[in-house]
């Protein structure tokens, strides 16, 4: 899970050469780590710890605590006093509440909290302004309260598998927004015109939800070279789709098109679309332009024919056709093969 994975693998551990000595009964040996003498990392997922015991506040010189998979049901809030902290993960416990005075780490610049038993998240939690990575994936949070736009240093953001009602319109504001932005699987609707100012964003998921359209401005979306919203209600895609010229994969299997933009074939370095399950009845010419495809799925479409123009494809190495009706087979299938184009039908 991406939620699980990002804040640690952008965080890179104690350094080897630090000293790590037994750490007190409620801890396993080695969990503290020392540098020059003092405690600099606290490092225990899976110790089974159900709660922190009040001398893990005295450790004030902490950078790293790694508690994932552990029992917490609870965050103290004296984790306040430990200012000088960077990174704290969390993942995979049973924690029902972040402390309001989590909000005062502020030197905080990765937070993974995901896979806990979160409803809300306190408003001082926007007071982080240092944070790079944010993880509140896999709870149960229905809304977020206004100050997201506060954290401007935020490269990744994970929110997915939640309960979100709606995306905030301050998420356009997060200028540094460059790696992650993970939203699927929450069941909102609709999803703010602000999203095309994240014109450096990399990576974008929207899959699993409710969405019956994309705003226009995703065409702002320079950036972009992966693009996740599959298993939605998407009837259309706004033209304006066309213009994510850096665009490398596109996957909207499973909702509920019955045709695509002729501008889709701007995306002149798609290398990955996926069609699977939507209702195409046709195919525009202008497909014959993605050139850079290498894989194209239109399982369980409603195609009839294809345009001859797949054939000239020069990277096209998958095609997959398997429960799609023809009226004969398409004029393109035999080409692709003697090439060496897998044609599966």
Known sequence: MPGRDAPGSATPSPAASDIAVPAAGWAPPGAVRFAGGVPVALVAPGAGLASLPAALGDMVTLRHVDLDGNALTTVPGWIARLERLRVLLLYGNRIAALPPELGRLVSLEHLGAGHNALTTVPDTL??????????????????????????????????GHNRLREVPVEIGDLPCLTDYLYLSDNGFTSVPASLGRLDRLGYLNLAENRLAALPETIGGMAGLHELRVQDNRLTALPETIGRLSGLR??????NRLAALPESIGGLRALRHLDLRGNPLERLPDSVVRLTALTHLDLRATRLRTLPDGLAELPRLE????RWVKFDQVPGCVRPLRERGCVVLL
């Open 318 to 321: 998958k095609l997959d056709l």
């Open 249 to 254: 994969e596109l996957h909207l299997k499973n």
């Open 126 to 159: 926007w007071r982080l302004t240092r944070l790079r990575s944010l993880v509140l994936a896999e709870n149960e949070i229905t809304d977020l309260p206004p100050g997201l736009a506060r954290l401007r240093e935020l490269r990744m953001l994970d929110l």
